[in-house]
């Protein structure tokens, strides 16, 4: 610790920015560009084309789809094209096993795609690192918390707002730099504080499990299943799943083994 509690802070401040503020670049230019996610996956793979069609022959033939080749299935997802994403699939799980289908504009399945993650890599970057399984969303959590708790030592660093906002010394390299970072560090404040702490409440279950251990049967997963919105489930009598499907057009559709289906 430095002689004083400001000592400290400005000490904090300093070493919080060295060594997390790379890391906190990338994030935040990957986050940008996850804005156009849809765009760079389509210049990428030109195979998906712009996908016409009406939504109930889209709704329709998806379900068909997965009657004939996933009746056994313990969960169905049907994902269908939107203005700005021409990504056509359906999907489905059988215990831990996974599979997908991608159809074109004339309802055929694709059989192979270009071999990219597209717009998809900077936007799995910007939350995972591209270390899924590694801990990558963990790493970017304590980033964050690292940044939440550098704003307020550099909010307590520089206690003198007003005068701070209104200096600028151009003739010194050092001290415009200096008074440019606390002119930038004001205006962001609210954006910054806002990223940081809404990030951090995105997996805060994760971070912060015992929570949901304690209020939910199956912890974390028990969560998901209320916040992740899905089709009701159909009475008996209903005789297709699809046609409450016609009468539901999110463009996500989510079923479960327990659905009719025809």
Avoid at 110 to 121: A, V
Avoid at 162 to 178: Q, Y
Avoid at 218 to 229: A, D, F, S
């Amino acid at each position: 610790m430095k002689a004083t509690f400001r000592k400290s802070m400005i000490w904090l401040h300093t070493y919080l920015g060295v060594f997390c503020g790379w890391l906190l670049f990338a994030i935040f230019v990957t986050g940008t560009l996850s804005y156009f996610t849809p765009e760079m996956t389509r210049y990428l793979m030109p195979e998906r084309h712009v996908i016409s069609l009406p939504q109930d022959t889209l709704i329709d033939h998806s379900f068909a789809f997965l009657k004939e080749n996933a009746s056994d299935a313990d969960e169905w997802r049907v994902h269908l094209p939107t203005d700005r994403n021409a990504h056509w699939y359906v999907q489905w799980r059988k215990d831990k096993s996974r599979k997908k289908v991608t159809f074109n504009a004339d309802t055929a399945a694709l059989e192979k795609e270009m071999e990219t993650k597209g717009g998809l890599f900077f936007r799995n970057f910007h939350y995972t690192l591209q270390l899924r399984g590694y801990g990558g969303r963990y790493i970017v959590g304590i980033a964050a918390m690292a940044m939440l708790l550098a704003i307020f030592t550099g909010i307590f660093t520089h206690r003198r707002f007003f005068r701070d906002f209104f200096t600028l010394r151009p003739h010194k390299l050092k001290k415009w730099l200096t008074d440019f970072h606390a002119l930038a560090g004001i205006l962001t404040l609210p954006f910054c504080i806002m990223i940081c702490v809404s990030g951090i409440f995105i997996y805060a279950i994760m971070y912060m499990p015992y929570a949901a251990n304690s209020h939910f049967e199956r912890g974390e997963k028990g969560v998901n299943k209320q916040i992740i919105p899905s089709l009701a489930l159909l009475p008996p009598a209903q005789k297709s799943a699809g046609a409450d499907a016609n009468t539901n057009k999110p463009n996500n559709l989510n079923t479960s083994k327990n659905m009719a289906r025809a």
